[in-house]
């Protein structure tokens, strides 16, 4: 009976009716020619490539296939990165990270911690939105400084017994933002305790002040007092906060970011003194070394597991979950080594319908789409998750089209398999047939059948992320490319338009993350997306390269 409906989804249901056929016919061809890149500055990149290559095609050395490498045992050797989710530097396209001492941003909620962050950190990492609880799990970024660079972390806020009195939030997602922050100021140098100015001392500031000083009196606490925009007004409102205990209130505004330098010298100052007291971060050392880290974007609609597969996979509760669709608002960094690679493990918030999203008035929903459709585009991997018992969606289906766009690998994980009481090998290759032919824009990604509550899955994400990376990565030798080209080309000779006959001089592999290959031809015009198509399918039966997209590009021979 599954396996029927399945077939009858895969046929006839939202995605792939018979009023969808032609859209799946425009949309085969989505490997464009060199002139129709979207990508500009790809575009031009592979083109100078091209033509240096022109002539050097003959004297290429042979280099052997790089296989996918397997692991020789069972078990993978992991080590956790202390400071998880420490943001990377822009320059570097968030790839390399050093050990630094942590500052931690604490306060009540709606206070502006996630917009002081944003300004010390100098780049929109946290939503920021008038409306409390935006900020849930913890956010990481790295700032550098003339002094000492540190990493900043923003949290979500700290509530107060009587918080809990007038019942702000429910319960059980108080509770577990409250255990993040924990987290987080464990690790902590120094503390930034943001207020608000403008509503002066209340009771949540006072209760949160005597947990601080009870519970991490050996850390720097700097008081900071936000909202405050004038100059002359924020020092008569930072007055009322001497009795709170910290000493001298820092008056700044996260908007117009009044006193944000003499806050940047007190945080300096506090990593001084930690520095000589012997304090440093958890897993900061003092050998500032960088690493390159693999990064890997946990997509898909609300409510398919997202958060509870990063967390089997870290083996910890990073994440907040719950079983309310839209837990998780920013994309969260999460760092882990595995083996002998280094990963940064993203999770995003939900992407459900455009239309939904924009005919709806949650501002934080239209950030976290943002966000996540950023981080698709900053990854090197996407695992797009589905929920198995409802099989793809079209919105699925749009998910997978941004992975392709923006060429990263793609792994595509079921999950919650465990729905089902017999979930034999047959019932998988059943459903993988109608899988495909659903998501026939990335038909050639790697599937696997997952349950984020058991341990197995977390084998079975990793060994297909690095399948997908080795294929991502891997370069075809010259002599070997134009032998499967001659062959295509045998079985389907090069289209024709009038009196124009298609002809491919050669072909040569231009680059790789993705693989893209460059052809040779006389009139680029006649090779339509149907050969495109084609000579896709051929490059991947004769060398695989399951998992990742590939990009084809037709160039005249004269320039």
Not at 244 to 249: D, Q, V
Not at 296 to 317: C, E, Q, T, Y
Not at 463 to 468: D, G, I, N, T, Y
Not at 501 to 513: E, M, P
């Given at each position: 009976m599954r396996t029927?409906l ?9 995605l792939?009716g ?10 085969r061809?989505?490997?464009r020619?060199l002139?129709d890149?979207?990508d500009?500055?790809e575009a ?5 490539v ?5 002539d050097l095609?003959?004297?290429e ?14 078990e ?12 990377q ?12 001492p942590t500052?931690?941003i604490?306060?009540r909620p ?9 300004r010390?950190?100098g780049?929109?990492?946290a939503l920021?939105a ?5 900020t849930?799990?913890r956010?990481y ?11 900043l972390?923003?949290?979500?806020g700290l509530f107060?017994?009587s ?5 702000l939030?429910p319960?059980?997602?108080r ?6 922050v924990?987290?987080?100021?464990e690790e902590?140098v120094?503390?930034?305790f ?5 509503q002066?001392?209340?009771q949540?500031?006072?209760e ?6 009870h519970n991490h009196?050996d ?5 900071s007092v ?6 002359s007004i924020?020092?008569a409102?930072?007055?009322?906060f ?8 820092h008056?700044v505004?996260a908007?117009?970011?009044t006193?944000?330098?003499?806050l ?6 506090a990593l001084?003194e ?8 958890s897993?900061?050392?003092a ?10 974007a946990?997509v898909g ?12 996979i870290l083996r ?16 969260v960094d999460?760092?882990i080594t595995i083996g002998?690679?280094d990963y940064?493990?993203v999770?995003?918030a939900?992407?459900r ?10 501002v934080?929903e239209?950030?976290?789409v943002k ?6 585009r900053e990854?090197?991997?996407?695992v797009l ?6 099989g ?12 392709q766009k ?15 009481p017999e ?8 459903y993988?047939?109608?899988?495909t ?5 990335i038909?050639?990604?790697?599937v696997?059948?997952t ?7 977390r ?5 297909a992320?690095e ?19 001659q062959?295509?080309t045998?079985?389907n000779s090069p289209p024709?338009s009038g ?9 040569t592999q231009?680059s790789?993350?993705?693989p893209s290959f460059?052809?040779f031809v006389?009139?680029p015009?006649?090779f339509?997306?149907?050969y495109t198509?084609?000579m896709?399918?051929q490059?991947?039966k004769a ?15 004269g320039?």
């Amino acid at each position: 009976m599954r396996t029927a409906l399945l077939r009858a989804r895969a046929s006839g249901g939202t995605l792939a009716g018979p009023q969808n056929r032609s859209t799946f016919g425009r949309r085969r061809g989505w490997v464009r020619a060199l002139k129709d890149s979207p990508d500009a500055s790809e575009a031009q990149k592979l083109d100078t490539v091209a033509t240096g290559l022109y002539d050097l095609i003959a004297s290429e050395p042979e280099e052997a296939l790089v296989q996918p490498s397997s692991r020789g045992t069972e078990e993978e050797e992991e080590v956790v990165v202390e400071g998880d989710g420490l943001f990377q530097s822009e320059g570097d396209e968030g790839k390399k990270r050093r050990k630094l001492p942590t500052v931690v941003i604490v306060g009540r909620p709606n206070v502006g911690k996630s917009a002081l962050f944003n300004r010390l950190s100098g780049r929109q990492a946290a939503l920021v939105a008038d409306i409390p609880g935006v900020t849930r799990d913890r956010l990481y970024a790295e700032v550098t400084s003339e002094a000492l660079d540190f990493v900043l972390v923003d949290t979500g806020g700290l509530f107060s017994e009587s918080d809990f009195k007038n019942d702000l939030n429910p319960e059980v997602l108080r509770g577990k933002m409250t255990r993040q922050v924990g987290t987080a100021l464990e690790e902590a140098v120094a503390l930034v305790f943001v207020v608000d100015g403008q509503q002066g001392v209340t009771q949540s500031d006072t209760e949160i002040a005597k947990w601080l000083r009870h519970n991490h009196s050996d850390k720097e606490i700097i008081l900071s007092v936000n909202k405050c925009e004038s100059t002359s007004i924020g020092d008569a409102l930072s007055t009322d906060f001497w009795r709170l205990g910290f000493g001298e209130p820092h008056a700044v505004s996260a908007i117009s970011a009044t006193g944000i330098y003499e806050l940047m010298e007190s945080v300096q100052k506090a990593l001084e003194e930690g520095k000589r007291a012997g304090k440093r971060a958890s897993g900061a050392s003092a050998s500032e070394d960088e690493r390159e880290y693999t990064r890997i974007a946990f997509v898909g609609r609300p409510n398919v597991g997202k958060s509870s597969m990063v967390n089997n996979i870290l083996r910890a509760d990073r994440m907040i979950v719950n079983d309310a669709s839209g837990t998780t608002t920013n994309s969260v960094d999460s760092y882990i080594t595995i083996g002998e690679r280094d990963y940064c493990f993203v999770d995003t918030a939900g992407l459900r319908k455009l239309a939904s999203v924009q005919g709806s008035n949650d501002v934080i929903e239209r950030l976290s789409v943002k966000q996540s459709l950023r981080s698709i585009r900053e990854s090197d991997v996407a695992v797009l998750l589905l929920d198995a018992a409802m099989g793809p969606t079209k919105q699925d289906f749009r998910i997978a089209e941004e992975c392709q766009k923006h060429g990263c690998a793609c792994v595509i994980a079921v999950n919650k398999w465990d729905i089902f009481p017999e979930n034999e090998y047959e019932d998988m290759l059943d459903y993988k047939e109608a899988l495909t032919e659903s998501m026939r824009n990335i038909s050639w990604a790697k599937v696997v059948f997952t349950s984020a509550l058991e341990n197995s899955s977390r084998k079975k994400v990793i060994r297909a992320v690095e399948s997908c990376l080795a294929e991502y990565q891997r370069r075809l030798p010259t002599a070997l490319l134009n032998q499967i080209v001659q062959e295509a080309t045998a079985w389907n000779s090069p289209p024709c338009s009038g009196t124009k006959a298609g002809k491919i001089y050669y072909c040569t592999q231009a680059s790789v993350r993705p693989p893209s290959f460059v052809f040779f031809v006389n009139h680029p015009e006649v090779f339509d997306d149907q050969y495109t198509k084609y000579m896709e399918n051929q490059l991947r039966k004769a060398a695989n390269f399951e998992g990742t997209p590939l990009r084809i590009y037709w160039r005249g021979k004269g320039g």
